[in-house]
T-cell receptor
Framework: KQEVTQIPAALSVPEGENLVLNCSFT??????LQWFRQDPGKGLTSLLL?????REQTSGRLNASLDKSSGRSTLYIAASQPGDSATYLC????????????FGKGTHLIIQP | DAGITQSPRHKVTETGTPVTLRCHQT?????MYWYRQDPGHGLRLIHY???????DKGEVSDGYSVSRSKTEDFLLTLESATSSQTSVYFC??????????????FGPGTRLTVT
């Protein structure tokens, strides 16, 4: 059974810092990996999707990497801003087609102004 | 949001009553999913659909049933609600067109409280 772990569970940093959020998964046979953002009381917003054949994806100040063999992904946020404060979720899709996602419990990020 | 709506957005119900949550999409995605989110557990898959009238169980399907009579709508039913089913329920969609990346898009959620 796939298990996804996110470290740290919570993180508070001053504005402007670069930061890294970590995600690990137990079964390296994945189809893709998605990073989401969730604001309090809201739904999930997809940030980046990395296919199993890819090593990284970039969107603006966000960069996600994937090392499938070691079961790890990182989300790098450059020049953090208070608006980046949210919970970040990592989710793994183990098979193609209709297979669902297995989620980590998230990293709660606070960016101090 | 990707054209996904959920109704109702909030519901309070009593133990033992039936409850149906609706997910509606306007994006013509083939696959639809129901997840629940609970403190300490994160999001977990309840049921999913891979086409009209085609559904399957997820990790936490006990006490839930689903139906999909048309592409746009996926219903989640709690036949007899229990307090352990108090949660936030999210619908998701994926799989539009050929060569899909299978990226999942989530609805705004339904907060259900069973008293």
């Amino acid at each position: 059974k796939q298990e996804v772990t996110q470290i740290p569970a919570a993180l508070s940093v001053p504005e402007g810092e670069n930061l890294v959020l970590n995600c690990s998964f137990t079964d390296s046979a994945i189809y893709n990996l998605q990073w989401f953002r969730q604001d309090p009381g809201k739904g999930l917003t997809s940030l980046l999707l990395i296919q199993s054949s890819q090593r990284e994806q970039t969107s603006g100040r966000l960069n996600a990497s994937l090392d499938k063999s070691s079961g790890r992904s990182t989300l790098y946020i450059a020049a953090s801003q208070p608006g980046d404060s949210a919970t970040y979720l990592c989710a793994v899709k183990s098979g193609g087609g209709a297979d669902g996602l297995t989620f980590g419990k998230g990293t709660h990020l606070i960016i101090q102004p | 949001d990707a054209g996904i709506t959920q109704s109702p957005r909030h519901k309070v119900t009593e133990t033992g009553t039936p409850v149906t949550l609706r997910c509606h999409q306007t994006e013509n995605h083939r696959y639809m999913y129901w997840y629940r989110q609970d403190p300490g557990h994160g999001l977990r898959l309840i049921h999913y659909s891979y086409g009209v009238k085609d559904t399957d169980k997820g990790e936490v399907s006990d006490g839930y049933s689903v139906s999909r009579s048309k592409t746009e709508d996926f219903l989640l039913t709690l036949e007899s609600a229990t307090s352990s089913q108090t949660s936030v329920y999210f619908c998701a969609i994926s799989g539009r067109g050929t060569g899909s990346s299978y990226e999942q898009y989530f609805g705004p959620g339904t907060r259900l409280t069973v008293t």
